[in-house]
């Protein structure tokens, strides 16, 4: 009975489409047990159970962050390194960053390319959850297995792929295009030399990798809609263009949240696909995103510490609409 | 929650032109999602003239195990296979567990601070990572862990709690309360009643975020990247990629032969995962 939460949950990282109700534990446990028994156990208790779950999060990412953002309005060169105090120069750091048209440019590539990205996810994974609810037994199976592939296969794995699939002496794509397409100028054609180009196949392979995420989570949620809803609608004349837009989609609203805000982040910070194919041969500085600029920053640490914050604010920006919403509805 | 409704599909039966035009389009879309990953595997198996041809070689007959047997010939891949093992055997020990227990403390207990970690591990995955490497590398390096399986093991617990404390959370949320009282009624202490009537219950959450970390830790690139700077602590993708440059535009199948060998484990992961997944759906299905 509970076999089909538990393993399709195995597949689909419970993003909250339904807050799981928190069983109030505590207040009936003090009614079973005077609470004067054991007090300071049972008060300790969760906290102790919290601690090993904060000490790394604490140490590999709090402290991280607390010092990067302390070193982003501080000189740290190879003085500091040999245990010089660090000057501080308040917001030089970033006056320097954001003074260079260049770094602006990164940030509107950047956002461009998440916006655009997180958009085609959305869609293609939508209209195939969708067309999966349509389908015979048979060709939704094909299609999940197919997704599963896509989507289990370790990036690097993917990244070589497609770095095959598009080269340009014996890629099948250009084969594909020069031969039975017959667009023989594509015969020789190399698809990272030009930023254009490049963002193009850096969008077709990041598309390719996150919509099976898409769209098993919404077709999870699709499931949700209760059929007596549909079958009303349907006798009262409603489409089946209609329902989904009208009844289905609203109804999953809350997982097309969560999944939409996943991109978004995901998308802003892309950075494995985008350093791959650089080495791959493209033109590095034409083509950097927020990830891989601060990358190539590493050697000076403090400008590379208010790039990622400037990124991280960047991110909260994208995000604030949906993190509202999200608290507003859900927590 | 009954998984998958038959509904849908029997009503697209009904309109049966249709319904086969989707259906093509669903194996046609599914085509392109796998197209990738045969040709990994198709070129694993073809001898460097096959790749080099003008035409692609679709179909690996004739092919050749010398593409694998290269590989295996490679001393980096076993180094390699040693460090990804160690890395993400320790990673998904320490994180189940101690995202379990904080699970547990979330979903079991009211106490004051609740809500403020719960938002805490909401916030903390908004963070890009990818803006933070610098600053874990340096923080790493000042302890002297930089190159070594235990400080990248430390940045990818970090990574990896915050998401395996919530998915946790709704599976020991879902385990009802009653079930514990009631065995607590007959006479069980409250941690017996946990360990004997909840904790078996919350196996296959335990499963699902253990190979949620598992891919997350065995595909992970960037920490790897910043973090295992020396060619001897490299791991899987670290390795792959070294490969590829090592041997760009001259051999792809062995690339695609290491893609293929570092893909198995993840691939029978994801297949184990399938089957479950079909198997609940169709459970699901006759319940109706």
């Known amino acids: 009975m509970s076999a089909p939460r538990t393993s399709s949950s195995t597949v689909l990282p419970p993003v909250p489409p339904r807050a799981p109700i928190v069983a109030p534990a505590a207040p009936e446990a003090a009614v079973r047990r005077p609470p004067r028994r054991r007090p300071i156990r049972a008060r300790l208790g969760p906290y102790l159970l919290l601690v090993p779950a904060l000490i790394p999060i604490a140490v590999g990412l709090g402290y991280p962050l607390v010092r990067q953002f302390v070193l982003s309005f501080q000189e740290y060169g190879l003085a500091q390194q040999f245990g010089q105090p660090a000057e501080w120069v308040g917001l030089r750091n970033y006056a320097e960053l954001l003074s260079d048209p260049y770094v602006w440019g990164v940030i509107a590539r950047s956002i461009a390319f998440c916006l655009v990205n997180a958009a085609l996810t959305m869609a293609v994974g939508i209209a195939l959850a969708v067309l999966m609810t349509r389908v015979g037994r048979a060709a939704r199976i094909t299609l999940q297995v197919g997704l599963l592939l896509a989507w289990g296969t370790p990036v690097l794995a993917t990244m070589t792929v497609w770095q095959w699939l598009f080269d340009s002496q014996y890629g099948v794509i250009n084969w594909l295009l020069a031969e039975p397409l017959g667009a023989e100028g594509m015969r020789q054609h190399s698809w990272i030399i030009e930023p254009a180009s490049f963002y193009f196949v850096a969008t077709v392979i990041v598309v390719w990798m996150s919509v099976p995420f898409v769209v098993f989570t919404v077709y999870a949620g699709l499931l949700q809609v209760p059929e007596e809803c549909m079958e009303a609608a349907q006798l009262d004349g409603a489409n089946a263009w209609q329902r989904l837009r009208y009844l289905s989609l609203p109804m999953v609203k809350p997982v097309l949240l969560v999944v939409g805000l996943l991109q978004v982040i995901w998308d802003l910070r892309v950075f494995t696909q985008i350093y791959v194919l650089q080495r791959a041969g493209a033109p590095t500085r034409e083509t950097h995103l927020l990830g891989t600029f601060i990358y190539s920053l590493s050697k000076e640490f403090s400008l590379a510490g208010a790039m990622a914050t400037i990124m991280l604010v960047i991110t909260l920006a994208l995000t604030v609409f949906y993190i509202r919403r999200m608290l507003r509805d859900d927590v | ?288």
């Open chain 2, 1 to 288: 929650m009954s998984a998958a409704r038959p509904a849908p599909a029997a009503s697209a039966r009904r309109g049966s032109t249709g319904a086969r035009l989707l259906g093509a389009l669903a194996v046609l879309v599914a085509l392109v999602w796998i197209f990738p990953i045969y040709w990994m595997v198709n070129s694993a198996f073809l001898p460097t003239n096959a790749l080099r041809r003008p035409e692609p070689t679709f179909l690996p007959f004739g092919g050749t195990l010398s593409n694998f047997t290269n590989v295996f010939r490679d001393p980096g891949f076993f180094d390699a296979i040693k460090v990804s093992l160690a890395v993400t055997g320790i990673t998904l020990a320490v994180a189940i567990l101690f995202a379990f227990l904080g699970a547990l403390a979330i979903s079991r207990f009211r106490f004051r601070g609740r809500k403020s970690f719960i938002v805490t591990i909401l916030v903390v995955q908004m963070i890009p990572a990818e803006g933070l490497f610098i600053s874990q590398y340096h923080m790493l390096d000042t302890w002297g862990l930089v190159n070594a399986v235990l400080g990248l093991t430390i940045v990818y617990v970090a990574a990896i709690l915050p998401f395996t404390v919530w998915m946790l959370r709704g599976f020991v949320a879902g385990v009802p309360m009653e079930l514990e009282e009631a065995g607590m009624m007959d006479g069980l202490s409250r941690t017996g009643a946990f360990f004997r009537i909840t904790f078996p219950l919350l196996a296959p959450g335990l499963v699902a975020s253990g190979v949620y970390g598992f891919l997350q830790a065995w595909n992970e690139y960037t920490l790897a990247l910043v973090v295992m700077t020396d060619p001897g602590q490299r791991t899987l993708p670290l390795w792959l990629q070294g490969l590829v440059e090592a041997n760009k535009a001259t051999d792809w199948g062995v690339v695609m032969a290491g893609a293929t060998l570092i893909s198995v484990p993840v691939i029978v992961f994801f297949l184990v995962v399938q089957k479950r997944m079909s198997a609940g759906l169709v459970s699901g299905a006759v319940k109706g």
